[in-house]
């Protein structure tokens, strides 16, 4: 019977012990978790970093015309930037899956894809703008959005300026709500609450007209509700563009809609209710209808000109070392003829190492700029806002002037007046109302005395060279080192932005082949790491969290406060139990009795007046704060108190026949004694000051005197928690404590076992 009772009692704890861990051992699994996932259901304890191997889900695409590094950089940066033609023909793979940032990648282009080599633009191509443009410019008076196509010299420039577009236009929560909506204005138009165009057919004085009339706009309205009921089915889909196939098939639905005869009648009346559904009802839908046929037509024809096969279909490239890609860097930055004029700026750089390097270059351009207008009249208070302004106003007309093609450096002369400056830009675009504004803005900027054409072509040259080197920079620190690649492919790129979450793998082909062609393949992507990368994956939440806020500062000041305020709370909880337990005085045990009750009350109750106490001395953010009100704790009193009441009063008697005084005995005699109750009682007070998080937060504004819990709400934001790296970041927070509990748990186990005991 002892025997089942042992056995039940060890079953209890270890169901105990179990239900302990799990959650920690929860904490620490979801530390090495992907972001994908951390959501999963039903919940997993394992993790893809632990593989060698990640399949990752990537979506074709192909480079259509942006800022140059424009996920990069600074607000000053971006400023100065202008939006840059591609030199470089680009295919991108969007990465639709969790970041990887190391490894070998390996992608696959599925089937046998086609390709074209760059041409001119054909016939065909102009028939199908011209359609495009008649077509968009219908559906604008229905609500959609214009396909605004120029006139191109290349036909990859028409399908790349058209796709573009089209991923707008054809979205799936634009497109499909307005038709919807189209639809019941359509319906509402021939019937609303008994009014409409059903309303005026009681005016049709031939009774077999009328009754014709009435069955013909019945049945159109009911067409159109069971389309719109169908049409609901397209806003939920896997991609956020509909697809080849669903844009056919909603074309399908809108010619059954109009698929009505219409009646054969004579009176004039009816004629005309006829002509006005003909011309509001039926056209508009026959718009939408032939505008996605189209699209059809497009896509058929884009697939007709890739005459090309490609052979080898598998991408093969490294991520490669720091050391490599400063190399590259300094290369190409050589290489580079509009930052010749700029390579002391650059020398000055390198020779202090390449972080944020495209933010230095442009504030060292912006200090040499700011000085030039200080010598020239500009105040010191208002010489950076101005070179502000100047950056700003001087991107918006160089990008509003970006398609003229011309080199606008050239057409200005250093003698130019700014009246010949406004002249001469304003000619390129003489219609752009945005141009004149920018260049009456530039006007108001040049200080008086300078000589505007040479400073205009100075703030030109050091805005193309700030594009220049951010997508120089941008290009090389992302370039992957080619293992292996079909013949067209030049270079393998893969950019990424951890705040903002995306990833894209850029393909640089040769520059006769346009990467727009590549748009409409199928792709298989896949990430190879070895023993030292599975390593890195492993741990790289913690490292993200690390870098996530300034861990390392809060970690000193967890530290440094749950360290002092331990040290102080043992030498006044150890003073006030002496004075309650060894030495008499009057009124001894009705103080101590008085100390003992204030634990009743909840902490929170005296927030506010703590906090108001704190303020009226001036102690908001500093260690003042965090330290000085939490050295009492009544409980530390309590629990030194009960175990100095265990040693002999004898002891005391002697020590005190030989000469000692009460001083003396407390640190010499009874603290000694009492060390696992001073442990106990330290290591309760070091936790509690580790783990202290609302009072940190209150009378602490600035991060310098934060500590580790606090630190902690960093990873908390609007779009939810980042439940990895908070468990990450979590773990090594109470790291410390775990390793100076396990230290110290004989002591702890000793103190709390042997207190009050006689």
Known sequence: MKGLKEIIIYILLSIGAVVMLVPFAWMISTSFKLPSEVDKWPPQWGSKNFFSKRLVKVKGGFDAEAAVGSSEGSLREALASVVMKRKENVFTLNVNDDLFYRGELRVLIEGTPDYAKSMPISERARELISEIKSLSASMRNMGFKTVNLSDYGKLEDFFKDYFTQSLDEFNRLNFVPKLIASLKRYSDLIEKNGRGLVLFTKRVRNERDRKVLEEFLKNLKGNFVITSESLKTYLKGAEENLSYSEMMEIAKLLENSLNVKVPSVSDPYAKRILRIVEMKIVDPVKKLKERIKVHDEVIKYYKSVQNKVLKEREIVARFTSKEYRINLLNKRLKKSSALKPYFDVIKKIESEGYEKFTERFSGLLDERLAKYLKEHGVSEDLVYQRVSDLRSVISSIMNVLTESGKNLEKVISDTDSIDNVKEKLSSILPDSLLLKTQLSKLERLIPKGVKAGKFVKRLINETVAISVIREIYSNSMSALKILKAPSIVKEVRVKYD??????????????????????????????????????????????????????????????????????????????????????????????????????????????VPNYITISKFGWIDTYYALIIPWIVSVFAIFLIRQYFLTLPKELY?????????????????????????????????????????????????????RTLPVGLYTFRGEAGDIYNQLMAAATFSILPVIILFLFAQKHFIRGIARTGLK
């Open 498 to 607: 951890k705040e903002k979450y995306w990833e894209v793998i850029e393909v640089v082909l040769n520059k006769d082949i346009p990467g727009v062609y590549f748009r409409d393949e199928k792709y298989k992507a896949a990430v190879f790491f070895n023993f030292k990368e599975v390593l890195a994956n492993i741990f790289q939440n913690y490292v993200d969290a690390w870098h996530a806020a300034p861990f390392g500062r809060y970690y000193i000041n967890t530290v440094f406060v749950a360290t002092t305020t331990t040290i102080l709370e043992v030498i006044v909880a150890s003073m006030a139990a002496f004075a309650f337990s060894i030495l008499s005085f009057k009124g001894r045990d009705f103080l101590f009795g008085i100390f003992v009750a204030t634990m009743m009350v909840p902490g929170e109750v005296l927030l």
């Open 653 to 705: 008697d002697a020590a005190k026949i030989d000469g000692c005084s009460n001083w003396r005995y407390l640190w010499q005699i009874a603290v000694p004694l009492s060390r696992p109750v001073i442990i106990t009682g330290a290591l309760l007070k070091f936790v509690g000051s580790w783990n202290a998080f609302l009072w940190v937060l209150i009378v602490t504004n600035d991060p310098k005197y």
